[in-house]
C-alpha cells in the first residue's frame, strides 16, 4: 500500500486559532494532494462536532479523519504543527499543538493509517515536535516511522 506523504503535507507552526480551523488546515493540504476531497474536510469538521475530543489520541496529539467513502480518494496524512495550543475538550490529552489528519482510500487502508499514527505516537512524535522546528529533520522522522510501522 502506498502512502502519500511529502513536504507539501507537512506544516509547522502555524498560527491556527481553533480546533476546527486546524482540521481544515490540515484537510486542505491533503486536498491540495489530491487524496482527499473538500467534502472529506466537512465530514472532518462534523465528525469532530458530532464526537468532540474522541479525535484526541493521546497527550497533545488530535487524529482528524472520516469514513474513506465521505470523499477519500487516495491513502495519505498530512501533518500540522500549532504555534498555539489548542482545546479539543479532551480532560486529559488537551491542549494539542499536533494534528495529523489521515485519508484511507478504503477501510484496510484506514485502518492502516491508524496503526502508522500509533506508531509514531508510541515513538514520541509530540515531545519530538515540542523540540523539533526543521522541516527536514521532521521529515525525516516520519520518513523513518512509515518505513517502520509498514514493514
Known amino acids: 500500500m ?9 506544516a509547522l507552526n502555524k498560527d ?5 480551523e486546524s482540521i481544515r488546515y490540515a484537510g486542505q493540504l491533503m486536498v491540495n494532494q489530491g487524496i482527499c ?16 475530543s474522541a479525535i484526541v489520541l493521546d497527550y ?3 487524529m ?9 480518494l ?20 488537551d491542549p494539542v499543538k499536533v494534528i495529523i489528519a ?7 487502508s484506514h485502518i492502516k493509517m491508524i496503526q502508522l ?8 512524535i509530540v515531545k519530538f515536535l515540542e523540540n523539533e522546528n526543521d522541516h527536514h529533520i521532521v521529515m525525516n522522522f516520519i520518513q523513518r516511522e512509515m518505513e517502520k510501522s509498514l514493514c
Open 2 to 10: 502506498d502512502i502519500i506523504f511529502n513536504h507539501s503535507l507537512l
Open 16 to 20: 491556527l486559532p481553533t480546533p476546527e
Open 37 to 52: 476531497s473538500e467534502a472529506y474536510i466537512n465530514e472532518m469538521c462534523n465528525v469532530y462536532k458530532v464526537f468532540g
Open 60 to 62: 497533545g496529539i488530535v
Open 64 to 72: 482528524p479523519h472520516a469514513r474513506p467513502e465521505k470523499g477519500a
Open 74 to 93: 487516495k491513502t495519505g496524512f498530512s501533518l500540522v504543527t500549532t504555534f498555539n495550543a489548542l482545546n479539543f475538550g479532551h480532560k486529559e490529552f
Open 102 to 108: 489521515i485519508a484511507g482510500a478504503d477501510a484496510d
Open 117 to 124: 499514527i500509533a506508531t509514531m505516537i508510541e515513538s514520541g
